[in-house]
């Protein structure tokens, strides 16, 4: 079973950045999609961004197209969330999952990482 560990999580400004990772404990499958998702507190989980393991191809949630850019690196196995003029919005737990639809449904997904607290101060 594949685990997902994530990171890069912190507290930042109005309008400043992160870069979130997601480190899988294995290599993805070839059909393997993968998504970040965020949680507020008393929110339910929303989808952020997907991207294919293999081909690269990206979708992204409204609220964060032309901020966010998620990407992956095959060899080391490892995801990224670059985030740029990040909101007070923003703040929420990130998530990055495993699944093998190309959907931003989270129940698609099946292997979850813990999450990355990120906070951002207006």
């Known amino acids: 079973q594949v685990q997902l560990v994530e990171s890069g999580g912190g507290s930042v400004q109005d309008g400043g950045s992160l870069r979130l990772s997601c480190t899988a404990s294995a290599r993805p499958f070839s059909r393997t999609v993968m998504g970040w998702f965020r949680q507020a507190p008393g929110k339910e989980r929303e989808f952020v961004a997907l991207?294919?393991?293999?081909?690269?191809?990206?979708f992204y949630a409204d609220s964060v197209k032309g901020r966010f850019t998620i990407s992956n690196d095959n060899p080391k196995n490892i995801m990224y969330l670059q985030m740029n003029n990040l909101k007070s919005e923003d703040t929420a737990i990130y998530y990055c999952?495993?699944?093998?639809?190309?959907?931003?449904?989270?129940?698609?997904?099946?292997?979850w990482g813990q999450g990355t607290q990120v906070t951002v101060a207006s």
């Open positions: 999952a495993r699944g093998s639809q190309y959907t931003s449904s989270p129940s698609a997904y099946d292997t």
């Open positions: 991207i294919r393991w293999h081909g690269g191809s990206a």
